[in-house]
T-cell receptor, first 111, second 116 residues
Framework: EDKVVQSPLSLVVHEGDTVTLNCSYE??????LLWYKQEKKAPTFLFML????IEKKSGRLSSILDKKELFSILNITATQTGDSAIYLC???????????FGQGTRLTINP | NAGVTQTPKFQVLKTGQSMTLQCAQD?????MYWYRQDPGMGLRLIYY???????DKGEVPNGYNVSRLNKREFSLRLESAAPSQTSVYFC???????????????FGPGTRLTVT
């Protein structure tokens, strides 16, 4: 059975800190891994990673995939209160045409 | 473009009542999905429709039925609601996920359902 596990489940830091969120997976026919940010309502897409070792970057957010060890990390540097959200990791099963989501990490940035 | 729309936004049901959650997308996407989100559980797939005319069970299909009415619309029905179905329900759509360049799922705003 496909499984995606995120850690930590909850994280509270101060503004300006750097955080690292983890996502490990066991999926048959792995195709790609996606990160989403969910604030008050619907998740919004951040990154998709397909190749191992290639960092994706958008401003203060970056992510990298390790296909050998079956995990990904999402880094956020110089955190701001607007980064407070649930961060969801999902893995695409190539054959099944569906995403398998992790439980999410609830990140709180205190001023 | 409205993207993905869902109705209603909120609903309270009594145990045993039935209802249908509506979802529509205007992006001409082939695939549509229904998820439920509970605290600490992330998003769990209920049903999905890879293309018009097909539907498949996801991770937690029991107690639900779906209809892919046409390419735009994908509804989720609770025939006899139970308190365990209290959750936030999200509809999503995407192009065919097999194509690597087409990867993103677009989510609707969600329906908060409470079953008492």
């Amino acid at each position: 059975e496909d499984k995606v596990v995120q850690s930590p489940l909850s994280l509270v830091v101060h503004e300006g800190d750097t955080v690292t969120l983890n996502c490990s997976y066991e999926v048959t026919n792995f195709r790609s891994l996606l990160w989403y940010k969910q604030e008050k309502k619907a998740p919004t897409f951040l990154f998709m990673l397909t190749s191992s070792g290639i960092e994706k970057k958008s401003g203060r957010l970056s992510s990298i995939l390790d296909k050998k060890e079956l995990f990904s990390i999402l880094n956020i540097t110089a955190t701001q209160t607007g980064d407070s959200a649930i961060y969801l990791c999902a893995v695409l099963n190539q054959g099944a045409q569906k995403l398998v989501f992790g439980q999410g990490t609830r990140l709180t940035i205190n001023p | 473009n409205a993207g993905v729309t869902q109705t209603p936004k909120f609903q309270v049901l009594k145990t045993g009542q039935s209802m249908t959650l509506q979802c529509a997308q205007d992006m001409n996407h082939n695939s549509m999905y229904w998820y439920r989100q509970d605290p600490g559980m992330g998003l769990r797939l209920i049903y999905y429709s890879a293309s018009e005319g097909t539907t498949d069970k996801g991770e937690v299909p029991n107690g639900y039925n779906v209809s892919r009415l046409n390419k735009r619309e994908f509804s989720l029905r609770l025939e006899s609601a139970a308190p365990s179905q209290t959750s936030v329900y999200f509809c999503a759509s995407s192009e065919v996920l097999r194509r690597e360049r087409i990867h993103e799922q677009y989510f609707g705003p969600g329906t908060r359902l409470t079953v008492t």
